[in-house]
């Protein structure tokens, strides 16, 4: 198998955006890997949630074949959860925050920071934890459908969030289509059932993206539908008076009937 990508050169391209505020330190990390691999990476894609081991990130993915996918991952108030035990590789480095992994049979956390490289390889497995927040740079190598299924299984069964699973699955489709139309690793001319076939799943895909991709956040409060007035609503029950109250007019009669007699 003849790979794109070296993860070496990888790591050299996402260490230029290290030190910069986000997210210009991503665009400088995009323009890096371009320059190394001229056409091969897409920038249009949204940022979106990974729900996947119990951990919630956020993700923009740039490349992604049937062997091969490349992003930037990473959450600003932190998360924690499993790895996952894949059939694929995972080469991460650390551009910005901290992360926290252990894996069977060690009893002290492996602390990575900025500039240091994570590596779990094929059948491996990960605790993490990204105590207050962590972006890193990620290539994965290997056969990546057999992994679809953890990617999207807490969206779908776990949080309900049945947009983020779509729009991850238009995305990847999106990806792979944009992919098979491009040269081969050697530079040679991609078939032409490939590049047919890369056309139909890329159109597929964005079509698919297109119709999953949930609304703009808005944080605003909206306004009731009683805006700019107050109003009471009528008690449900009258209330009930007091037992002192109410004996009192029983009371007052008795003490009326004595002073006739």
């Excluded at 993860?7 to 910069?20: M, Q, R």
């Excluded at 920038?43 to 923009?60: D, E």
Aim: proline letters at 9%; glycine letters at 12%.
């Amino acid at each position: 198998m003849e790979y794109l990508f070296d993860p070496d050169v990888l790591h050299e391209c996402a260490l230029v955006g290290i030190g910069k505020p986000k997210p210009a330190m991503f665009d400088a990390i995009a323009d890096a890997v371009e320059d190394r691999y001229p056409g091969r990476i897409d920038r249009s894609q949204p940022w979106l949630y990974s729900i996947a081991g119990g951990a919630m990130i956020q993700m923009k993915l740039y490349y992604a074949s049937v062997f091969e996918y490349l992003m930037i991952w990473g959450t600003p108030i932190g998360s924690e959860g499993h790895s996952g035990r894949h059939a694929v590789g995972f080469w991460d480095t650390v551009i910005d925050g901290e992360t926290w992994y252990y894996a069977e049979g060690q009893f002290e956390k492996r602390v990575y920071r900025p500039g240091d490289r994570i590596w779990v390889g094929p059948g491996q497995a990960r605790a993490m934890n990204f105590t207050d927040g962590v972006w890193a740079v990620e290539y994965a190598r290997g056969p990546l459908p057999l992994s679809v299924p953890f990617g999207i299984a807490d969206e779908v069964l776990s949080t309900l969030d049945f947009a983020t699973a779509g729009l991850t699955l238009g995305m990847y489709m999106s990806l792979v289509g944009h992919h098979w139309k491009l040269p081969m690793p050697d530079g040679s001319k991609s078939p032409l059932f490939r590049r047919a076939l890369g056309t139909l799943v890329g159109a597929a895909g964005s079509a698919f993206s297109r119709v999953c991709l949930p609304a703009p956040p808005d944080d605003a409060i909206p306004a009731g539908p009683t805006r700019g007035t107050s109003r009471a609503l009528p008690p449900i029950h009258a209330p009930r008076p007091h037992v002192a109250e109410a004996a009192a007019p029983s009371r007052r009669r008795r003490a009326g009937s004595s002073g006739r007699e």
